[in-house]
Structure formats: C-alpha cells, structure tokens
C-alpha cells in the first residue's frame, strides 16, 4: 500500500498535550489574554502556529513569542508519552522495511531531547524539525530521498499535515489521536481519516493481504 510513512511528532506518535495546552496558556496570560481549555484548544490551534499568535496575540513577534513557550513547555511536569499503538506501528514498518520520516513544527532542540528520551530514533531514515509551515520542507523531503508519491503517505493529526500531503503530492492519513476534532478533519478531505495508529496498521495490513 505504502512503502513510504512520513509522520508528524505532536498528536501522532506522541501525546504533548498537556504540557502545549499549559505553555500555550502561560504565553496568553503573558499577555493578558484569558486561558484556553482542552476542548477550546482544540478547536482553535492550529498550524502554522505563527498564524494562531497572529490571530489571537496581534502584533506580538515570532521569536519572542516562541521563547515563552518554550519556557513554559521545559518547565512543565505534565509527562510526555508515547501514544498507543505507535511504538507497535513502527516496530511493525521496520519489520517490512517501510520507510519512516519525520516532519514536524516542533522546535529542534525540544524534538530531539523527546525522541531519545523516548527511544524513538532508530525507527527513522531522518528527521525534519522546526518546520513552522511544513509545506515549505515536504517537497526538499520527497526529493531528497527520492520518495516516489504514489507509494508515500503523510500521517497527521491537524489540517496543517493534510493540507501539506495535498501540497507534496501524497496520501494523506489523519488521526483522532490528537490536537483536532474529527469534524474539522474530515472537512479537509484527506484520504484516510481513521481513529489511531493501530487502524492505519490494520488498513494497510488488509491492503497487503489483498494484493498478495
């Protein structure tokens, strides 16, 4: 089905909600702006995360906002975890020799301390941080690898990575597992819309034993 996974970090494989809802409400009350819930998150953040400061923190530059967050992301207890299935999904892929990426917005030094405290690295040929606005870094990805696009997918959890598997030209696999409710999701249209990571593994397991 696919020979080629791109995935994104935040509400993919990972579960950093917590600790971004936190961050996210310490840079606002910075500012004088009221604090977000859970299902408010939700339904407000998205990415590129310079248009969500925009719209709520008019005015407010980039990298001062950015330093704040980060601040207040390091300086969260809220843990960090693995979501479920996702460990079982790469293990599954290595198995198969099924290429894995990452492409995220997360900053560099955040993401990396998270992939080896996690003991994620292995499962990936590289990895792509920092990517504010992620169309801008998929098609260097797929060229650089020499990633053919019928045979690549895009996993997210946000319009953002659907939006950015329209842009590279690939499949696009958007999650339940994260920042975005499901409506929101499938009014972007992606290819597969599907609850986590263990249905996406069951999917392609099925298109695998229909082809062979």
Same mark, same amino acid.
């Given at each position: ?31 004088? @702006?009221?604090? /977000? ?19 709520? $923190?008019?005015?407010?530059? /980039? ?17 960090? #975890? ?6 079982? @999904? /790469? ?12 492409? #995220? ?15 994620? !690295? ?12 992620? !169309? ?13 696009? @019928? ?7 946000? #319009? ?16 339940? #597992?994260?920042?975005?409710? @499901? ?10 819309? /599907?609850?986590? $990571?263990?249905?996406?593994?069951? $999917? ?9």
């Amino acid at each position: 089905m696919y020979q080629n996974l791109i995935f994104d970090w935040s509400g993919t494989l990972v579960d950093d909600m917590g600790p971004t809802i936190e961050a996210t409400n310490r840079v606002f009350s910075i500012y004088g @702006k009221a604090a /977000l819930d859970r299902d408010e998150f939700r339904r407000l953040f998205r990415l590129p995360y310079s248009e969500f400061y925009e719209e709520h $923190l008019p005015g407010v530059r /980039l990298d001062e906002l950015e330093n704040h967050f980060r601040k207040a992301f390091a300086e969260s207890q809220v843990p960090v #975890t693995i979501l479920p299935h996702a460990r079982e @999904k /790469l293990d599954w892929c290595m198995e198969r020799e099924i290429r894995c990426f990452v492409l #995220t917005s997360m900053d560099t030094a955040t993401f990396e301390q998270q992939l080896d405290e996690l003991d994620m !690295r292995r499962y990936f040929e590289a990895t792509y941080s920092g990517a504010v606005d992620k !169309r801008q870094v998929i098609g260097k990805l797929l060229d650089h690898h020499e990633l053919d696009v @019928k045979q690549t997918a895009f996993v997210g959890d946000m #319009t953002h990575d659907v939006v950015t598997a329209k842009h590279g030209g690939v499949s696009s696999v958007a999650l339940l #597992t994260g920042y975005t409710h @499901k409506e929101v999701l499938d009014s972007h249209d992606p290819d597969w819309l /599907l609850d986590d $990571l263990l249905a996406f593994r069951q $999917l392609m397991e099925q298109h695998s034993s229909a082809s062979s």
